[in-house]
């Protein structure tokens, strides 16, 4: 089984900074099975990437994926109010996987 | 409008059963699959298993076999996933998702379903 390791667990910036968190596979994942979800307390998860790189529709650009081996990042380029959230990375294959989260709070 | 609708919040007693369902509209619903994922309390996300709707085949995660039966009415496009033998550290909302399993992601989720396992 794959395991997700996301970092930091939790990361305090304020609006307009960016934002760059981490999710680490414990063994070589395809890139094309890698998506970032966004989740709200109360609420669904909302896909944000897919394949790595890809926003999702409806998804601002200040949003981004990217990755080297095992290690995928996402990127928000300028924080919004509305970004503050938790953020889950997962591999979606067969068995899928999900990190355990990384909260993004305003300092 | 494209959406699964789940059933309500239920609360069972350690031992019993639960079946929640998850309501397709606005698409083919054979042609996705879907996924069940739990999110206990404070905790993250849990993927128990996925449902090839057209199919009805199955696979579940390894910690829910034996527990776990997902199934579907076509007619309905209708999900169901019921998990059995519930204690405590069952209690979660639960959701359902859509999704084509290897190929994308989990790009739509019902709104959830509290299930609280209480004496």
């Known amino acids: 089984e794959i395991v997700l390791t996301q970092s930091p667990g939790t990361l305090s910036l304020s609006p307009g900074e960016r934002a760059t968190l981490s999710c680490r596979a414990s063994q070589s994942v395809r890139s094309t099975q890698l998506a970032w979800y966004q989740q709200k307390p109360g609420q669904a998860p909302r896909l944000v990437i897919y394949?790595?790189?890809n926003r999702a529709t409806g998804i601002p650009d200040r949003f981004s994926g990217s990755w080297s081996a095992t290690d995928f990042t996402l990127t928000i380029s300028r924080l919004e109010p509305e970004d503050f959230s938790v953020y889950y990375c997962?591999?979606?294959?067969?068995?899928?996987?999900f990190g355990q989260g990384t909260s993004v709070e305003i300092k | 409008q494209v959406q699964l609708v789940q059933s309500g919040a239920d609360v069972r007693k350690p031992g019993a059963s639960v079946k929640v369902s998850c309501k397709a509209s606005g698409y083919t619903f054979t042609t996705y699959d879907i996924n069940w994922v739990r999110q206990a309390p404070g905790h993250g996300l849990e993927w128990m298993g996925w449902?090839?709707?057209?199919?009805?085949?199955?696979v579940y995660a390894q910690k829910f076999q034996g527990r776990v039966t997902m199934t579907r009415n076509t007619s309905t496009s209708t999900a169901y996933m019921e998990l059995s033998g519930l204690r405590s550290e069952d209690t979660a909302v639960y959701y359902c998702a859509r999704g084509r399993t290897g190929v994308r992601p989990f790009e739509l989720w019902g709104q959830g379903t509290l299930v609280t396992v209480s004496s």
């Open positions: 449902m090839n709707s057209a199919s009805g085949e199955v």
């Open positions: 394949g790595a790189s």
């Open positions: 997962q591999h979606y294959d067969r068995s899928p996987t």
